[in-house]
């Protein structure tokens, strides 16, 4: 399929991915965002991190860590699993495996005014 064409197919997914984030259709269009314009952007890859928790080791506890060194997480084990992009949260959710990999099964979705900065 010629890219035009799939960008074409991917302009209600479009539509409907910025009302789900928050944006009316006014607010995308005053952010210069359109159709067009993401769809320049569609392939540009952006990195994510998934964050389990957190801890601050002391460069003495670092020295000292070895292959059987467990380093205790500040967030237990029932509480959800943060999707970061560029430091903001943008995703919470489940860690979930998928075919002997880590992903996540996401169940809050950050809208874009929303996105908190990493306070780590």
Do not use: W
């Not at 769809?39 to 080791?57: A, C, I, P, S, W």
């Not at 460069?59 to 903001?88: A, F, K, N, Q, T």
């Amino acid at each position: 399929m010629p890219r035009h064409e799939v960008e074409k197919s991917f302009d209600p997914l479009l539509a409907e991915g910025a009302n789900q984030a928050g944006y009316s259709a006014p607010a995308a269009a005053d952010r210069g965002i359109s159709g067009d314009n993401l769809g320049l952007m569609l392939d540009v890859e952006l990195n994510v991190l998934l964050r389990f928790g957190q801890r601050k080791l002391s460069l003495r506890e670092v020295l000292v860590l070895r292959c059987s060194s467990v380093i205790e997480l500040d967030r237990r084990v029932e509480e959800p699993v943060e999707l970061l992009l560029d430091g903001r949260v943008i995703a919470r959710g489940e860690a979930a495996i998928v075919d002997g990999n880590y992903g996540l099964r996401i169940t809050q979705v950050a809208s874009p005014s929303h996105a908190i900065p990493d306070a780590g």
